[in-house]
């Protein structure tokens, strides 16, 4: 299981619910679309996010001490 962290329009939001961290990178995005759109995350709440919002973004999947996480973040020019 990880934590899901989610980076979009300049904002960064933690998922602590955990999700699967064996996820395919379309499901992560789309799980993300659904969290967004329902509310479930604090601070980040678009009910009608488009369905490719995160369509180039990057699926980065990081072993932590305290588990693992997920980030899915948008391509940098430098990374």
Same mark, same amino acid.
């Given at each position: 299981?990880a934590i899901?962290n989610i980076t979009y329009? +300049?904002?960064?939001?933690?998922?602590?619910?955990?999700? @699967?961290?064996n996820m395919?990178? *379309?499901d992560?995005?789309?799980? @993300?679309i659904e969290?967004i759109?329902? *509310?479930?995350?604090r +601070?980040?709440?678009?009910a009608?996010?488009p369905?490719d919002a995160?369509?180039?973004?990057v699926?980065?999947r990081?072993?932590? @001490? *305290? +588990? @693992?996480?997920i980030?899915?973040r948008?391509?940098v020019?430098? +990374?």
């Open positions: 299981m899901l329009n +300049g904002l960064s939001v933690d998922y602590k619910a955990n999700v @699967a961290d395919r990178d *379309g992560i995005r789309r799980t @993300a969290l759109r329902s *509310g479930q995350l +601070g980040l709440h678009i009608h996010l369905e995160f369509r180039d973004y699926v980065d990081l072993p932590t @001490a *305290g +588990g @693992a996480r980030y899915l948008p391509k020019p430098f +990374g």
